[in-house]
């Protein structure tokens, strides 16, 4: 069993665990999701771990952890499963579930959009139409913020903004399995400006805002001008659209028209991002990096070492911005190998710290299995398995979480 040495952590370092409701509670009923199952596009998520039933059971074993800070969605579609028409018994629900998780020590973070959409706003065009977010989804989070402020310990308001699009509209194979370049552009652009415009709302609750960012970085294999033109473009999408729009309040996506928002420069209080691997480019093609590692169940290459550079980087671009690691984790039956890594991501992050890198938190993917979207119930990335038995890979974190709240 792998395991880190004892030392000393940051006052009030998070310490936590990640999830989402559709991947834990199963599709909405009247989710987008739900449908691209029912259309056998997706495995079946029936309740996902069943945690709508066992978040006391869930919340509680994190607490015994020493984890005290977990990150939920509230799904929207479950909220809103028609158009102006809000459920009070999923609202009852998923105030009895935050106000839980407190009670029990575990201070709840909230997510906005995890992937999934009400039926109804996918079926109208999604984030394809700017009146989508500027109308129902503003909306949206006017009702969450208002509905759910008193209970929330901290914000994520999209998880991965930059990925969705990619997912979804760039023939992934994810709801709606659209495969178009100026739609991924369009949808970028809402994603970002979806993203920001709800942190700047969120702040008013007075509890932390964080982005998540799916980052990583890409290393180029040859001397093809293919490659390092992939390169600069993944860059350009994956990092500096986000990021740029934090730091400046100017949007660029691609060739297009950079949009003007400084009203959302700054609209976060941390950066926050997860991190699962690197990427290689060959041939003007994403390959796997570093060659020759082990591959995961999910089929990149396993490699801790890629967190040091996302933090290096993201630090250097960004030197007075207070960072979070939102997501780190890995998929695989092997609790060994989980265990590893980490322990590896862990001393990472703690050298990190000591050279400077503001880094508030820790946040590991996942607390119980859940469904892993197109993967069904066959990745296992928890700590704890679906039938609630705590695994020996969650004693690396529980080493420093409880360390540091002895402190």
């Given at each position: ?332 039956d092997d609790d060994d190998v989980r265990a590893t890594y980490l322990a590896a991501g862990l001393n990472i992050t703690h050298d990190a710290i000591s050279r400077g890198i503001p880094i508030k938190g820790f946040f590991h993917w996942t607390a119980v299995d859940n469904y892993e979207w197109l993967h069904g119930f066959d990745v296992k990335f928890g700590i704890i398995d679906v039938d609630r038995n705590v695994r020996p890979s969650a004693s690396v974190l529980k080493f420093e979480a409880l360390s540091n709240l002895e402190k």
């Amino acid at each position: 069993m792998a395991s880190t040495p004892h030392r000393s952590w940051p006052g009030g370092f998070i310490w936590g665990t990640g999830a989402s409701s559709t991947q834990c509670e199963g599709a909405a009923p009247a989710s987008d999701w739900i449908e691209w199952e029912r259309a056998g596009k997706a495995p079946i998520s029936g309740i996902g771990n069943g945690f709508a039933d066992k978040y006391q059971e869930d919340f509680s074993l994190l607490a015994l952890l020493g984890l005290t800070h977990h990150r939920l969605s509230i799904e929207w579609a479950r909220i809103e499963p028609e158009p102006g028409v809000h459920d009070q018994t999923a609202i009852n629900h998923y105030r009895s579930l935050l106000q839980t998780a407190r009670d029990l020590g575990i201070h709840p973070w909230v997510c906005l959009h995890h992937f999934t959409l009400p039926k109804w706003f996918a079926t109208a065009g999604g984030f394809l139409i700017e009146e989508n977010r500027t109308k129902y989804w503003a909306r949206h989070v006017d009702f969450i913020a208002d509905t759910f402020g008193d209970l929330a310990a901290g914000w994520q308001p999209v998880n991965e903004t930059n990925y969705y699009p990619t997912a979804a509209y760039l023939g992934r194979g994810w709801s709606p399995g659209h495969n178009d370049l100026e739609e991924w552009r369009t949808v970028t652009e809402q994603m970002h400006l979806a993203t920001a415009e709800a942190a700047v709302k969120l702040k008013q609750t007075g509890a932390p805002v964080s982005s998540v960012f799916g980052l990583s970085t890409v290393h180029v294999l040859d001397d093809e001008p293919a490659s390092h033109d992939f390169a600069a473009r993944f860059y350009a999408s994956n990092w500096n659209a986000g990021l740029e729009l934090f730091r400046t309040g100017v949007l660029q996506v691609a060739d297009r028209t950079p949009i003007i928002r400084p009203d959302l420069a700054g609209s976060f209080d941390m950066i926050g991002f997860s991190y699962y691997c690197a990427f290689g480019v060959r041939d003007g093609h994403l390959d796997q990096y570093p060659e020759g590692s082990t591959i995961s169940p999910l089929g990149y290459a396993i490699w801790p070492d890629g967190l040091r550079l996302v933090l290096d980087r993201l630090h250097a671009e960004l030197p007075n911005t207070d960072l979070l690691i939102a997501e780190y984790g890995i998929g695989t039956d092997d609790d060994d190998v989980r265990a590893t890594y980490l322990a590896a991501g862990l001393n990472i992050t703690h050298d990190a710290i000591s050279r400077g890198i503001p880094i508030k938190g820790f946040f590991h993917w996942t607390a119980v299995d859940n469904y892993e979207w197109l993967h069904g119930f066959d990745v296992k990335f928890g700590i704890i398995d679906v039938d609630r038995n705590v695994r020996p890979s969650a004693s690396v974190l529980k080493f420093e979480a409880l360390s540091n709240l002895e402190k």
